[in-house]
């Protein structure tokens, strides 16, 4: 006769299909609410393992993943440049939520306030003066602590120029209207202006006129640039020049109204159509 054990569970059971023999005999006890079924004997070690090791499952806390901190606030900035009456000042600022507020102060005082600040931002200070130091302080503010300070940075406006300049005044043109439109400065002893300039000589018009004018360092000398009078034309003449391009020495363009510019190579003068 083999012995046999009897054992219930009030609401679940879980069985490993395989490892114990099908039971015997099967019943639902109903004041109990328990299933009760038989097995022989020599499985009953092998169920109390599994039941060992289900307590032991639900003993043992599931693992859960910390959770990663909010990435701290970070914020700086850095002077740029600065003019004789204006600085400019870089700000950087990374992971700031909501509820923080910006404060720029120029010598302890408060000039700027910002609700919030992009991650770049360039900020103009205008209305300083010539020759003075500065000194600027930026504030990171919350209403849950007391406000944070990027640090202070030092800046001195420049200086106002104190060069002595001699000027000196050239007319062109001595009959009529004259008028310069445009100039071009090369160097100091390279410079193009062009225009329309009518001086008076013997001619049987009484004047010639000029468009170009050139400093050498030296001297003004009046040029004729020769524009077509019709283009396909070989007649030219010297039209009013209305604008100048310097590339290089050698390498000016003038223009005049209409479709044609002529360019200097530093020998002489050639009209390009467009």
């Not at 009456?85 to 010598?107: C, D, H, I, P």
């Not at 009959?175 to 062009?194: F, M, R």
């Not at 468009?211 to 009078?229: C, M, P, R, S």
Request: aromatic share 14%; net charge neutral.
């Amino acid at each position: 006769m083999k012995s046999s054990f009897i054992f219930g569970i009030r609401r679940w059971l879980i069985l490993a299909r395989g490892k114990f023999s099908p039971p015997l005999t099967e019943g639902v006890n109903r004041d109990m609410r328990c299933l009760v079924f038989s097995l022989p004997l020599r499985d009953v070690p092998s169920l109390w393992n599994l039941l060992l090791f289900l307590l032991v499952l639900l003993a043992v806390p599931a693992c859960k993943q910390p959770t990663a901190p909010d990435p701290k606030p970070e914020f700086s900035f850095t002077i740029e440049d600065a003019s004789c009456t204006e600085a400019w000042l870089n700000v950087k600022t990374a992971n700031f939520g909501s509820g923080f507020s910006f404060a720029l102060n120029r010598n302890d005082s408060t000039i700027w306030r910002f609700a919030a600040l992009p991650p770049d931002t360039i900020i103009v200070d205008a209305g300083l003066l010539p020759n003075k130091e500065y000194t600027y302080e930026l504030l990171a503010i919350s209403s849950k602590t007391a406000p944070v300070s990027a640090g202070k940075k030092k800046v001195t406006t420049m200086d106002t120029t104190r060069h002595n300049f001699t000027w000196q005044t050239w007319e062109f043109g001595d009959i009529g209207s004259s008028a310069l439109y445009d100039v071009a400065i090369i160097d100091e002893n390279n410079i193009w202006a062009v225009g329309e300039i009518s001086i008076r000589d013997s001619s049987h018009n009484g004047y010639t006129t000029y468009n170009a004018v050139h400093w050498d360092g030296v001297e003004w000398e009046l040029k004729k640039i020769q524009f077509y009078t019709f283009c396909g034309q070989q007649h030219t003449d010297s039209y009013p020049a209305k604008s100048i391009y310097a590339f290089g020495p050698n390498d000016v363009w003038i223009g005049m109204y209409g479709s044609q510019v002529v360019k200097w190579n530093g020998q002489n003068h050639m009209v390009h159509k467009l």
